[in-house]
């Protein structure tokens, strides 16, 4: 994937990219150099997990198709589970 750096010195994050990242405008981002790329990294203020009644949770920011994320997880557990019990 390509952009263009534009005469005043600007980039634009492809739509999927940003979609993808959960960017949004306003969002801070950290700009190092690394050799000869450039790095860009989104500055998180907040953790993005937190100790809730002494349980992890995830307070972030969600990001992708949560839906099917559950769904093919769901599925490679059950794959699993139906698995060891043929073997058993």
């Known amino acids: 994937m390509e952009t263009n750096l534009d005469?005043?010195?600007?980039?634009?994050?492809?739509?999927?990219?940003?979609?993808?990242?959960?960017?949004?405008?306003?969002?801070?981002?950290?700009?190092?150099?690394?050799?000869?790329?450039?790095?860009?990294?989104?500055?998180?203020d907040e953790p993005r997990v937190v100790r809730k009644e002494g349980v992890l949770v995830f307070s972030g920011r969600a990001v992708g198709d949560l839906v099917q994320a559950v769904r093919t997880h769901r599925e490679a557990r059950l794959n699993k589970v139906a698995s060891g019990r043929r073997h058993s």
């Open 7 to 44: 005469r005043f010195g600007r980039v634009v994050i492809p739509k999927r990219v940003r979609q993808d990242m959960g960017l949004h405008p306003g969002i801070i981002l950290r700009v190092q150099e690394e050799g000869s790329r450039i790095v860009l990294e989104p500055v998180n």
